[in-house]
């Protein structure tokens, strides 16, 4: 089946179509299983959405990663792994043709990137994230116009003259933090941390410098973030202990782990200052924009259905995805330092989109909220739209019986998958409401795999989308990695996980 030119893009409705007998023939291998399951809801899918799907080079994986804001002044303050590049929010909005005087959404905010192009447009802007690290970045990137340069190199001046000294104040771990740090490294973090409490400093700066420690914890420590948890160099007592336990109980230790270089912490903290007085210079030399940018600290599933209807010009936004990776666990140095203790992670990693096989069943919870605030027919519709939904509900039987079959490494699989839709359901509900006519709402997400059944996320969340009353535009299909030789694709074919940008227009 051939795919459509950008020229042709416009938003028809979602309708059956008759694939070519090698569209057909393709889907249905890629699809292909022991049999233990249909896929047929989900091939049927497929035909319908296919007129959607526009492979292209334009935005490529380094635009749709954080890879593209290695080198971004201001977006690479806090290497935040799972975000996405300002340019490609930048041609998104360009796309779009949204401009000053003009308001947007982030409700996934993470690093902020979305508003901070924003900023940088004179774009009004609203965000919303649920992690403390990502307000503290927020806070300190977008006071960029409010430093004193002087004072910041003033700061860089005693950091480097300066022997550092040791604290004996301990830093705040919680259990998966334990022996992150040499014990000389943490005396040394700590007594900056004190350090730059007293000197005095004004409050802009203080900030600042809070996001510069926190920028540099992954560099000065064992840890290295690896997507779904911390991986621990073998350099650390944390690793040690956990082989000699193993080799107690005759097993092998884990392969071990050297991340390389681990920083000084003056050394890595004169880096990261050189830095940002670099980008506030450069930044300062442009001219202010006008527009206001607001970051709200909460979960997206209730502060959405508070937001007043009809006010957003387009959404730019990157869910969790759906693949286990735990946000707590991956940012847990930085949000220990940040004072957030034992419970208050749980409660985080609870909170988030369920994206983790920790994630427990939010539907009560919902119900009841939306009840409270008057709209128990709103849930009513998202529930119903979930559990009409064909393709759906074909994943969710497939991951049940493949959890009962033992195909599933984790059973918390199955909890997370039917979480994560649903209430991904309720987002996309809102977000149809908070938008104006002419909006247009894009999304980066992954599609998954588990236990062999492909999970097409784009085209799910494209046919809930079409539900509510937005018109689907694009699947932008993202080239795919060559050569990529996952276990999965090992073991389940040549067809790699499809990567892509979903753009839906509300009409
Ligand atoms: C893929 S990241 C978004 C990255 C962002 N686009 C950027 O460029 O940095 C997803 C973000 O959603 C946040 N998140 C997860 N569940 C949430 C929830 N229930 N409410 C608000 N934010 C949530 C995570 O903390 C994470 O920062």
């Known amino acids: 089946m051939k795919t459509r030119s950008v020229a042709s893009q416009i938003a028809l409705p979602l309708v059956e179509v008759n694939p070519s007998p090698t569209y057909e023939a393709r889907i249905r291998e890629a699809y292909a299983n022991d049999g233990a399951t249909s896929c047929e809801a989900r091939i049927a899918l497929e035909f319908k959405c296919a007129r959607l799907l526009l492979p292209t080079d334009e935005f490529n994986r380094k635009l749709v990663s954080y890879q593209a804001n290695k080198e971004a002044r201001l977006h690479n303050w806090l290497k935040y792994k799972e975000g996405f590049s300002a340019q490609l929010v930048g041609n998104l909005l360009g796309k779009f043709g949204v ?12 690093s902020a990137t979305t508003l901070l192009v924003a900023k940088e447009l004179g774009i009004d802007a609203v965000g919303v994230e649920i992690l403390p690290v990502c307000h503290l970045a927020w806070e300190a990137k977008s006071k960029y116009r409010e430093y004193d340069v002087a004072e910041l190199c003033g700061v860089l001046k005693w950091v480097e003259e300066t022997t550092p000294g040791q604290s004996s104040t301990p830093f705040p771990h919680i259990a998966i933090t334990e022996s992150a740090f040499s014990p000389e490294q943490e005396a040394r973090l700590m007594w900056y941390r004190e350090q730059f409490d007293a000197l005095g400093l004004s409050n802009p700066t203080r900030s600042l410098l809070q996001l510069v420690l926190i920028s540099i ?51 890595a903290l004169i880096t990261a200052l050189n830095q940002v007085i670099r980008d506030i210079e450069a930044m300062l030399l442009n001219g202010k924009l006008p527009g206001h940018q607001e970051l709200i600290e909460g979960t997206v599933l209730e502060t959405l259905p508070k937001m007043e209807g009809e ?23 930085e949000l220990a330092f940040l004072g957030a203790g034992e419970e208050e992670v749980r409660h985080l990693r609870q909170e988030l989109l369920s994206c983790t096989v920790e994630n427990r069943s939010k539907l009560a919870r919902l119900e009841a909220y939306y009840s409270s605030i008057g709209r128990a027919t709103d849930f009513q519709k998202v529930v119903g739209a979930v559990n009409n939904n064909h393709a759906l509900q074909e994943v969710f039987i497939a991951i049940r019986t493949r959890g009962a079959r033992g195909d599933l490494n984790n059973k918390g699989v199955i909890r997370m998958v039917e979480g994560y839709f649903t209430e991904l359901a309720f987002v996309i509900f809102e977000l149809h409401r908070v938008c104006r006519a002419g909006a247009r709402v894009a999304i980066v997400n992954d599609n998954v795999r588990y236990g062999g059944e492909i999970i097409p996320v784009d085209l799910l969340m494209t046919e809930l989308a079409a539900d509510f009353g937005f018109s689907p535009e694009t699947v932008y299909v993202l080239p795919q990695r060559k050569g990529n030789s996952s276990q999965q694709m090992g073991k389940y074919g040549r067809e790699a996980n499809r990567k892509s940008i979903t753009v839906w227009l509300k009409s």
Not at 233 to 257: L, M, N
């Open 99 to 110: 401009g000053p005087g003009q308001k947007i959404l982030e409700p996934f905010a993470g």
């Open 217 to 267: 914890l992954e560099d000065i420590s064992y840890t290295r973030k690896d997507g779904q948890y911390l991986r621990w160099d073998s350099r650390a007592t944390k690793a040690q202990g956990r082989d000699a336990r193993r080799v107690a109980q005759s097993k092998q230790p884990f392969k071990a782990f050297d991340k390389g270089k681990i920083f000084e912490v003056k050394e």
């Open 311 to 333: 006010q957003f010009d387009a959404v730019i936004t990157s869910p969790p995805y759906c693949n286990r990776y735990d946000y707590t666990r991956t940012y847990a140095l």
